[in-house]
């Protein structure tokens, strides 16, 4: 007689555990950055795609973001959230319309050495085309199996 599992529906237990590794790990260090609109990533996208179409606004720079304890969002899923990344264009001579963010960190192993990447799009998308332009971004990672959200605020 074979008895079968539903992997699909895990339990919460170790999760915070997990959160919490990544938090003194993967995401320490880690940097939001911004991408021009008209680039569509996919899950197949490497980090040079997402530099390649990287904003150039003048002003900005990726932000290095800070992390909160491991908590619950209001649905009840396991959470860390960033601290807010502000970005502000400082005049208007390279303007950018924003299509999204990523999440960058290089990993050394074990078990291999690679560069970590989440990406989120913008629906709409940011114009920061002005001067004093402005856009704060906190994301929210999750766990099990999912790299969370971004939110945008302008």
């Known amino acids: 007689m074979a008895i079968q599992q539903d992997l699909t529906a895990l339990t ?15 995401l ?23 530099a390649a179409q990287e904003c150039d606004f003048t002003g900005y720079a990726a932000s290095t ?7 619950l969002d209001s649905t009840g899923q396991p ?3 960033s601290d807010r990344a ?8 390279a303007p950018n319309t924003v299509g999204g963010a990523w999440l960058q960190a290089d ?12 990406y989120w799009v913008f629906n709409p998308t940011v114009p920061m085309t002005q001067a004093l332009s402005s856009l704060g971004v906190v994301v929210g990672w999750q766990l099990p199996g999912n790299t969370g959200y971004a939110l945008a605020d302008y």
């Open 12 to 26: 919460q237990e170790g999760v915070f555990d997990q959160l919490s590794e990544a938090v003194a790990g993967v």
């Open 107 to 118: 990993v050394t192993g074990p078990p291999a050495s690679h560069t970590a990447l989440g």
């Open 79 to 81: 959470i860390t959230i």
């Open 86 to 93: 502000f970005f502000q264009a400082t005049d208007a001579l």
């Open 28 to 50: 320490s260090g880690a940097k939001l950055h911004l991408f021009k609109s008209g680039f569509t990533p996919t899950f197949n996208s490497v980090a040079a795609d997402f």
């Open 65 to 71: 973001l800070t992390w909160s304890a491991p908590g």
